[in-house]
């Protein structure tokens, strides 16, 4: 870099978009997708099943009674006798 241009001026002009203030407008920004949380991704299947919502709403007293509460129909939603621990938490079901 010439050394006279250095002493004209302060380098200010050299310097942004280096954390200068200078903003990147929203078109520029690329934004990623959130990643889920590999730990999230292995107990998702896990927390889908109607024994483990019986479980966790304290219904049974272990996981292993609420899967026997599904199993044998002991657990209705909306209405109806469930007998299986697959089924559906939706909002619709």
């Keep these: 870099?010439?050394?006279?241009?250095?002493?004209k001026t302060d380098g200010?002009?050299?310097?942004?978009?280096?954390?200068?203030?200078?903003?990147?407008?929203?078109?520029e920004k690329v934004r990623k997708p959130q990643?889920?949380?590999?730990?999230?991704?292995?107990?998702?299947?896990?927390?889908?099943?109607?024994?483990?919502?019986?479980?966790?709403?304290?219904?049974?007293?272990?996981a292993r009674q609420a899967r026997q509460f599904c199993v044998h129909g002991w657990v209705k939603v909306n209405g109806k006798k469930v007998y299986s621990i697959m089924w559906p938490r939706c909002g619709r079901c």
């Design 12 to 27: 200010s002009d050299e310097a942004a978009g280096r954390g200068a203030g200078k903003d990147v407008s929203p078109r």
């Design 35 to 62: 990643r889920t949380p590999y730990m999230n991704m292995v107990y998702a299947p896990t927390e889908r099943r109607l024994d483990t919502a019986v479980f966790r709403a304290l219904f049974a007293s272990s």
């Design 1 to 7: 870099m010439d050394h006279t241009y250095l002493a």
